[in-house]
Each structure stands twice: as C-alpha cells, then as structure tokens.
C-alpha cells in the first residue's frame, strides 16, 4: 500500500506533506487523518523543521471526506477507532503550516486547508463547501472553528 501522506524535508528546514491518494483527489479517510495529524507532531518535536507544507498529489489538494468512508459510517459497518484530534488540531502546532491548494479542494478539505496559517491556492483550483449543499455548515468538520460565523 502507497503512503497516505508523503513527507519530504529540505536542508532548508521545509517540510513538504503531501496528501497521496491521487486516485480520489484525496479523498480524507480516517487513516490519512491520523497520518497527517501524526506528521505534524514529528513536524513539531523536531528542531530541524521550520515550516510545514501542505498538498495534495495530482489534481486536487483534497476532495472532502471519502464517500465510501462515509457510507461505511451510514451503514454502520465503519470499524476504524477515530483519532481523537479534531480537524483543528494544525492549529495547536507550534510552527507555522502553509497550504498550497493545487487543485479540487472541497468540504473537509477546504477545512483542512482554511485551518493552515497560510494558503497559497494555484489559478486553476477550485474549492467549494460541498457540506453546504447538504444542509449548511456542519460542526463536525471543524468549519466553525475557521470561518467567521
């Protein structure tokens, strides 16, 4: 099985995570969370990383949750322990974190990119609150905590 979430560190202290489920635009699982979440505390402990970037492999940065995570969920068959950081926690990391939004970067992905320090978002990019069209803003995803409510 591929990495989740690449980890590249330059001899200039950047960290480069980079979400690698291309296949799904990356897709959020609980699995990639956990990682992303886990390399950003090494990130953190570790002297030689300055600054953390965040991206996504191919087209998209992160296309929001996984469906088939998500119907998992409906059905009852999700089985995964969750992690118990929220989708807030890179704001408890003490080191700043950039995101650079390559492409489709939708519902809890946009979450995980508005969350960053600082987002850098390439001209062809295109985000969207996919959550909002099921209902409105949801608190579970961690939006109230980023946007102005």
């Known amino acids: 099985m591929a990495e989740l979430v690449l980890s590249t560190l330059d001899d200039q202290g950047v960290l480069t995570l980079t979400f690698n489920r291309p296949e799904t635009l990356n897709a959020w699982t609980g699995a990639l969370g956990r990682r992303y979440f886990d390399l950003l505390?090494?990130?953190?402990?570790?002297?030689?990383?300055?600054?953390?970037?965040?991206?996504?492999?191919?087209?998209?940065?992160c296309s929001g949750a996984d469906f088939k995570t998500l119907s998992a969920i409906q059905s009852g068959a999700y089985d995964e322990v969750p992690d118990p950081r929220p989708n807030t926690y890179p704001t408890t990391v003490?080191?700043?974190?950039?995101?650079?939004?390559?492409?489709?970067?939708?519902?809890?992905?946009?979450?995980?990119?508005?969350v960053c320090d600082l987002v850098f978002t390439a001209e062809e990019a295109k985000w969207t609150t996919a959550f909002a069209r099921r209902g409105g803003w949801s608190p579970s995803t961690g939006c109230r905590g980023c946007c102005p409510g």
């Open 41 to 61: 505390a090494e990130a953190e402990a570790n002297p030689g990383v300055r600054v953390v970037v965040v991206t996504g492999a191919g087209k998209g940065f």
């Open 94 to 114: 003490r080191k700043p974190i950039i995101a650079a939004v390559n492409g489709a970067c939708a519902g809890l992905g946009m979450v995980h990119a508005l």
